[in-house]
């Protein structure tokens, strides 16, 4: 599905922290904007999901969550870490849903970039400078804008 | 009625078990002191909860690779300059919220409403990331902390939260 996003399309970002969420009782979005910011290459991975169901979507999340944790577990085992049986690290907590509008309306962009299918990145970053802090500052300031035309969607169950 | 108030030596040893009041103020005088220092127990200062944040995102953060992702670890020098820098600021501005961003800094975020917002990044370097949301308008920068906060910093903090 590689066919150019439409404005109206809804993107989601896989939450897999829970330091991507504010924990106390506050209204409104619960979703923080460093859950935003990109890391390390300066896009911004999410999933094309505009004709999921609620429970494709969250099924698509529990995927990536086993993918990360498997990669996790294998990375602490390497280390010689102790990584219990039971333990898990990530868990799939919900994701961050935004209109591709309001991403470009916030000067970045959505692109397709697949594989994994319906995989896409929000590009369109301030170009990196020499000067890290700087683009530090401007991946905030940004991440803020993406922040604010967000919502959290919690998993179904 | 004196006797009522009478308590252990220890200050948080709620058992009041010495008083020899008997009669009904006593003993209503009595249980309200009880339930007053119960509270007391329970009470949070208002940084509190930023503080506790603070270490728990410390915590929560060390290992690589945090978010599931790519991220780097939050260091311990990351950590205490956060802390430092949260104690400049902590009795003058209400609390922030902590969270750890993926390139492995410290971020403290004020909210004022949902498009009123600003947030600092600090990590071992001396060098502090800034930005804010100010509805339609958009700040960002750098400065040194090393032991004074940077004057943008309570300028816009300021401005965030002017009635």
């Not at chain 1, 993918?67 to 390497?78: A, D, I, M, P, Y």
């Not at chain 2, 030596?9 to 209503?28: I, L, M, P």
């Not at chain 2, 599931?68 to 600021?89: Q, T």
Request: net charge neutral; hydrophobic share 35%; aromatic share 10%.
């Amino acid at each position: 599905m590689c066919t150019p996003i439409e404005d109206a399309e809804v993107l989601a970002r896989y939450i897999l922290s829970k330091s991507w969420l504010y924990l106390d009782n506050r209204p409104g979005n619960k979703l923080r904007s460093n859950a935003w910011l990109p890391h390390p290459r300066i896009e911004l991975s999410v999933y094309r999901v505009d004709d999921w169901t609620p429970s494709e979507i969250d099924k698509k999340g529990e995927e990536v969550a086993t993918e990360r944790e498997s990669n996790h577990r294998q990375s602490e085992l390497g280390k010689g870490n102790d990584y219990p049986d039971g333990k898990r690290t990530f868990k799939y907590l919900g994701t961050g849903k935004i209109q591709a509008w309001d991403v470009r309306r916030s000067e970045l962009d959505a692109v397709p970039k697949e594989p994994p299918c319906r995989h896409a990145d929000i590009i369109g970053w301030p170009p990196l400078t020499q000067n890290r802090k700087q683009d530090v500052a401007a991946q905030m300031e940004y991440a803020m804008r993406l922040q604010r035309e967000s919502h959290f969607v919690p998993p179904v169950e | 009625m004196s006797a009522c108030l009478s308590r252990s030596q220890n200050q948080f040893d709620f058992q009041y078990s010495q008083s020899r009041g008997a009669s009904r103020t006593a003993f209503d005088l009595r249980r309200r002191q009880i339930e007053t220092f119960e509270k007391l127990v329970r009470v949070e200062s208002p940084q509190g909860h930023a503080l506790r944040e603070l270490d728990d995102t410390f915590l929560d953060c060390r290992s690589e690779g945090w978010d599931g992702y790519d991220a780097r670890p939050v260091s311990l020098h990351a950590y205490r300059r956060a802390n430092k820098f949260l104690a400049h600021l902590i009795a003058r501005f209400p609390s922030p919220t902590a969270c750890a961003a993926p390139d492995g800094s410290l971020t403290l975020e004020w909210i004022a409403t949902a498009d009123r917002r600003f947030m600092v990044s600090i990590d071992a370097d001396d060098v502090i990331a800034f930005a804010g949301l100010f509805g339609s308008e958009t700040v960002r920068g750098t400065s040194t902390f090393v032991e004074d906060i940077p004057l943008e910093v309570p300028y816009y903090l300021k401005r965030l939260f002017r009635p």
